[in-house]
Each structure stands twice: as C-alpha cells, then as structure tokens.
C-alpha cells in the first residue's frame, strides 16, 4: 500500500514555551481512521515494536501517528532520573494536546481517533480518551500500565482493548484490576507465550493483528 511519510511540529499546550513536539505521520491513500501512539517508559517515536504494528496499521487503511511525549530537554532529565515517563498527568495532557490537532488538521480532522499506548502510555491514552469522549473511538494498550489512569478508568467510553503477554504475570494481573474499573468498554486478551515486550515469536504479529482488528471495527 502506498502510504505518504511526514515529520511535523506539533503544538501542545502543556510543552514548555516555544516547544513543539516531533511526529512521524504515515497516511495510506484512503484512510478511514487515525492511531495516535503513546510510546512507553523510556522508549520513542521510533520504537521497532510500536513501529511494526503502525506499518500493519497502514495496511488496514488507517494513518498513524507516532510522536515523542517529552522535548528533548525533558528527555534528556527524563534518561537520569526515570520520572517524567510515570507522570501520567503530562502524558495525557499531551496526548489530549494532539488529539485536539489532529481534530483540527485539515487532511486528517475528518477521521475517527483511535488511541495506541504502550506500558505507562497506555494510561496516558486512557486518560486521554476519558477527556476527549467525543473524539477518541477506540484504545488499545500492548503490555500497558492501565492501572495508573486511576479514576478515569471509570470515565472512558471508547471501546478500549488491553493486550498482555500470557508470561507478564504482574502486568497482567494489573491489567485485570483495570478492566474491573472500566465500566464495561473495556476487554482483556492475553498472547500466550508472550512475556512484556512481545519478544518472542509471532507474538507481536498477533499484537498488530489484534489492534488492527479492534480499530477498524471501532473507527469505520
């Protein structure tokens, strides 16, 4: 499928004066949806394992947007002291920040959002999603920290997928107190065999596989 590859700027409120933050935009010819990805602790924009599932995305006719959370000057406190990436709050002010661009950009306005976060980007996309009801359809969450939205668990409304490995004993065994909060949106699927990155394989295959379904069931 031919899809058309974009570096852009992305204003956000809640980013220090004059900062905008780096994206990689991939749009298929007709897209029918668009997937903002939350990366997760101490990964980014170009992560193999997020980039994999957007090019299976891509495939399914829905546009992809991966962005680094942080500036580079967060980043850089962010790799000596590991606290900026547990700040749910600044991740999903950012997240919302995006969600409100892309509800505004003019190639990609007219498309339903869906939410794709990662470890403590899933709460983020979470959070997100239960501050912006009328924009983001649909969440998926590979190996997330759902847990860590808290209270706005019980305010999401969009169809909201958590995937965890079937070896990710703690991690899933958060994920199912999440699910318990979610008021009925949400649904847990665990990848047998699988351990927190999805390093085995065909794992991740069947990760991308799965968050390709449950998008373009939710974003058509």
């Known amino acids: 499928m031919d899809v058309r590859t974009t570096e852009t700027a992305i204003p956000v409120a809640n ?3 004059g900062a905008a933050l780096t994206a990689d935009l991939f749009v298929p010819a007709e897209p029918v949806g668009v997937v903002l990805f939350a990366h997760g602790s101490g990964s980014s924009r170009r992560s193999p394992r997020n980039m994999a599932v957007a090019h299976t995305l891509n495939d399914r006719a829905l546009a992809t947007v991966l962005v680094d959370l942080l500036t580079p000057g967060e980043e ?19 997240l919302v920040g995006i969600v409100d661009w892309l509800a505004a950009e003019p190639a990609l306005g007219r498309l ?18 239960a501050d912006r009801p ?12 759902p847990d860590l939205a808290g209270a706005a668990l019980s305010r999401v409304r969009a169809p909201s997928l958590l995937l965890v490995g079937g070896r990710d004993e703690q991690v899933l ?43 373009t069931t939710h974003l058509r």
């Open 134 to 145: 009328d924009l983001v359809r649909a969440v998926v969450s590979r190996g997330g920290r």
């Open 15 to 17: 980013a220090p004066s």
């Open 76 to 94: 850089r406190v962010d790799e000596r002291t590991a606290e900026l990436r547990f700040d749910i709050g600044l991740l999903a002010g950012r």
């Open 112 to 129: 339903p959002i869906g939410l794709f976060g990662a470890s403590t980007g899933a709460a983020g996309a979470l959070v997100a999603a």
């Open 173 to 215: 065994a958060l994920n199912e107190s999440a699910l318990s909060r979610l008021d009925g949106v949400g649904e847990l699927r665990v990848v047998p065999g699988a351990t927190h990155l999805f390093e085995e394989p065909g794992t991740l295959e069947q990760v991308a596989d799965e968050a390709g379904g449950w998008f």
